[in-house]
């Protein structure tokens, strides 16, 4: 046996890093998250997509491979912009 065998690193795989996912993100029907991939806090991921990489939070991404496709915004009921950090749910 060739000894350069040897000394290659094993091919037995651990067990795969923990996806994360943000508070108040929404994952769609169908969608492929890859181990160690990180969906941040109100991200968005559209139905039937293939997430290899991390989402920052409050975008909505779609698309196999995921692509970034606007910002999140939220709006109150008389049309007021509210940032993240007023939003009600988060308030409890």
């Known amino acids: ?21 943000g508070a ?3 994952i769609a029907a169908d969608v492929f998250v890859g181990p160690g991939v990180c969906i941040g806090e ?18 909505v991404v779609g698309g196999n491979p995921a692509r970034f496709l ?3 915004e939220l ?5 007021v912009r509210l940032d ?3 939003d009600p749910v ?3």
């Open 75 to 79: 709006q109150s009921g008389k049309g």
């Open 24 to 26: 108040r993100s929404w």
């Open 84 to 86: 993240a950090s007023a």
């Open 1 to 21: 046996m060739d000894p350069a065998v040897h000394r290659q690193p094993s091919t037995k795989r651990g067990t795969p890093p923990p996806i994360e996912l």
């Open 70 to 72: 606007k910002r999140r």
């Open 42 to 59: 109100g991200a968005v991921v559209g139905a039937r997509s293939a997430v290899f990489r991390d989402v920052e939070p409050w975008t």
């Open 90 to 92: 988060a308030r409890g």
